[in-house]
Nanobody, 115 residues
């Protein structure tokens, strides 16, 4: 049973930075494209960043140049470095495979950008 646990969220002022972590159990992590998703209140859950097993990355236009996704296949962990945060980045952030597997959704980590 694969389990994904997100951490690192919090309250930050506009322009600030946060680093999210997603710890994955199960060796399947090393074989698949992983992504960070986010869901703001009243909105759908959207993919914001993805990284392949070959470390190729892709980003949503809204975060390009500000967010960086990375992975450590030894630690089975995927990271999201978020810089120049904006109020519109406020959301619950989740990690999952790309495309996502329903059974893998965790509880996410809340990111709030506010002065």
């Amino acid at each position: 049973q694969v389990q994904l646990v997100e951490s690192g969220g919090g309250l930050v002022q506009p322009g600030g930075s946060l680093r999210l972590s997603c710890a994955a159990s199960g060796s399947i992590f090393r074989l698949n494209t992983m992504g960070w998703y986010r869901q703001a209140p009243g909105k759908e859950r959207d993919l914001v960043a993805a990284i392949t097993r070959g470390y190729n990355t892709n980003y949503a236009d809204s975060v390009k140049g500000r967010f960086t996704i990375s992975r450590d296949n030894v630690k089975n962990t995927v990271y999201l470095q978020m810089n120049s945060l904006r109020p519109e980045d406020t959301a619950v952030y989740y990690c999952n495979e790309v495309p996502p597997i329903v059974a893998y959704w965790g509880q996410g980590t809340q990111v709030t950008v506010s002065s």
